[in-house]
């Protein structure tokens, strides 16, 4: 299964992962609630793929965004981005 991280303000591709397994834990998945997993993270069965809205450094940086909390994002974001 592959995981596609774009970023969710200018949708430039992050990053992919393989996985073999999907560890919600490790992930921060497990974190998330119901409406927030709804809205960040889309999976695609057909495909055996998982995509998670993040952010990619350029906008992190050209935003001045260190703290995911102002945005009112959950602060478990963060792990998405490196
Ligand atoms: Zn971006």
Do not use: W
């Not at 992050?14 to 397994?21: K, P």
């Not at 889309?42 to 055996?48: E, F, G, H, L, R």
């Not at 998670?52 to 350029?58: E, N, Q, T």
């Amino acid at each position: 299964m592959k995981i596609y991280y774009t970023c969710e303000y200018c949708g430039n591709h992050i990053d992919t992962l393989e996985v073999d397994h999907v560890d919600e834990a490790k992930f921060g998945f497990d974190c998330l609630t119901a409406q927030e997993r709804q809205d960040i993270i889309k999976t695609d069965i057909a495909q055996n793929a998982i995509y998670v809205k993040s952010l990619c450094d350029f906008c992190i940086t050209s935003m001045g965004l260190d703290d995911n909390i102002a945005l009112g994002r959950p602060t478990i974001s963060q792990g998405y981005i490196h």
